[in-house]
């Protein structure tokens, strides 16, 4: 095989893998909506292995630090007893935000991959990017849109059943103020 060619047979494996682990962070995601948070998943990658996930707990735990990617880096530095993630791949189903998107600087990992992007708090690019940020002694590789459509959707249609329910309860209450 020639060198070109090699190198693109590796680029569409890694995109293949990017895809498998980006489902599995999407069933974490379902795993935060069953508990009544919004829909966010997060896995750890070290050669070829998941070692740690995390989902969004900020409700069930009264704190706004529990974001999938943050309970992921929490439980991930207790697995390999560092604090430092040297030589390892967060995916994560929503564009990180700047509290999340510091941790992975701090943490050294290599590489972010995400689904969605977030336009109103992303910190990887879509309002400011803080993990290519060449301020700081860490930059972060990063590759977006993976699933982006069915990882915004799992997040929009949480959102929509949750406008729907909202309202429901309205019209109930109004019922019974009659
Ligand atoms: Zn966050």
């Known amino acids: 095989m020639s060198k070109a060619v090699e190198e693109q047979a590796s680029l569409e494996q890694q995109a293949v893998k990017d895809e498998a682990y980006m489902r599995q962070a999407m069933a974490l995601a379902a795993e935060a909506e069953s508990r009544g948070e919004v829909p966010v998943g997060a896995l750890l990658v070290k050669d070829d292995k998941v070692i740690a996930t995390g989902?969004?707990?900020s409700i069930c735990r009264h704190d706004a630090s529990a974001?999938?990617?943050m309970e992921?880096?929490?439980a991930a530095g207790q697995a390999v007893e560092n604090y430092r993630l040297l030589d390892t791949t967060l995916y994560v189903t929503l564009e990180p935000c700047a509290m999340c998107a510091g941790a992975m600087v701090h943490a050294?990992?290599?590489r972010l991959v995400y689904g969605a992007a977030d336009l109103k708090t992303g910190a990887a690019g879509s309002?400011?990017?803080l993990v290519r940020s060449r301020?700081?002694?860490h930059q972060l590789t990063v590759t977006s849109g993976v699933l982006a459509e069915e990882?915004?959707?799992q997040?929009?249609?949480f959102f929509r059943r949750r406008r729907q329910e909202k309202k429901a309860l309205k019209m109930a209450e109004k019922k019974q103020g009659q």
């Open 55 to 57: 989902f969004n707990l």
């Open 151 to 153: 990882c915004g959707e």
């Open 155 to 157: 997040l929009s249609a």
């Open 135 to 137: 301020a700081f002694n």
């Open 127 to 129: 309002v400011v990017d």
């Open 67 to 69: 974001h999938a990617e």
């Open 108 to 110: 050294r990992i290599a």
């Open 72 to 74: 992921c880096i929490r």
